[in-house]
């Protein structure tokens, strides 16, 4: 059996795609509390406007929409909110709603701002709050949903053991990281250019390796 962590031990489950992305961003927003806008953040928060309206349930037809859906998980040690949770009434898996008759089996959907990346950081954010409901409601949870706004359509996704092992590795790592309270050095990499942090993280500084000798040296010819 594999612990549990403390109330006081929880990380921001969002985090888990800023980690995927470049463990070093993750710390600085989330041990060291800098954060910096640019026009990708402010679009993202617009996008989840529609989302972000809490306690909001809709009935269409066989589908219930509950927004901004509070979840967590102590075996990961992450919570947060849950853009959207669709309860779709099945015939023999599911929980039972409270004065909704039959079965409904969840599905969570995550709103992004931009296109389908070329890694999983966003796939990972949905498992995570995917095994945070599967915890809270003792169900299983077979796939969800990325609606990405620049093409207007949902992409599926499903959670498959490897993508789950995926987020133990991660939730895990970040609290090692949090706990060692030691910041990741920094590595320049061409995402670098698009990063909200790139000012305050500076990477063609704190990336470059120079030894102290090389360093003097090269001082003393400038001189």
Not at 100 to 108: D, H, I, R, S
Not at 144 to 163: Q, T
Not at 192 to 212: F, H, L, N, W, Y
Request: glycine share 6%; hydrophobic share 35%.
């Amino acid at each position: 059996m594999g612990m549990n962590y403390k109330e006081n031990e929880m990380l921001m489950l969002s985090g888990i795609q800023h980690f995927y992305f470049c463990k070093r961003q993750w710390a600085l927003i989330h041990m060291e509390q800098q954060w910096k806008e640019n026009i990708r953040t402010v679009e993202g928060k617009i996008m989840h406007e529609k989302a972000d309206d809490p306690f909001i349930v809709e009935t269409r037809g066989d589908i219930v929409i509950a927004r901004s859906v509070p979840v967590s998980s102590r075996k990961l040690g992450l919570y947060g909110i849950a853009d959207v949770v669709e309860f779709i009434k099945t015939e023999d898996e599911g929980i039972v709603l409270t004065k909704k008759p039959g079965l409904w089996k969840l599905v969570p959907v995550e709103y992004k701002r931009g296109e389908p990346k070329n890694d999983d950081r966003d796939a990972v954010q949905l498992c995570a709050q995917a095994i945070c409901l599967e915890e809270m409601l003792n169900v299983e949870i077979k796939k969800g949903y990325l609606f990405y706004n620049a093409i207007k359509r949902r992409i599926e996704v499903n959670f498959e053991d490897e993508l789950r092992n995926t987020v133990k590795k991660f939730a895990a790592e970040m609290h090692q990281v949090f706990n060692d309270k030691k910041t990741p050095k920094c590595k320049r990499e061409k995402h670098c250019r698009a990063c909200s942090m790139e000012d305050i993280c500076q990477p063609k500084i704190t990336g470059k390796r120079i030894k102290v000798n090389d360093y003097i040296k090269k001082g003393l010819v400038e001189e």
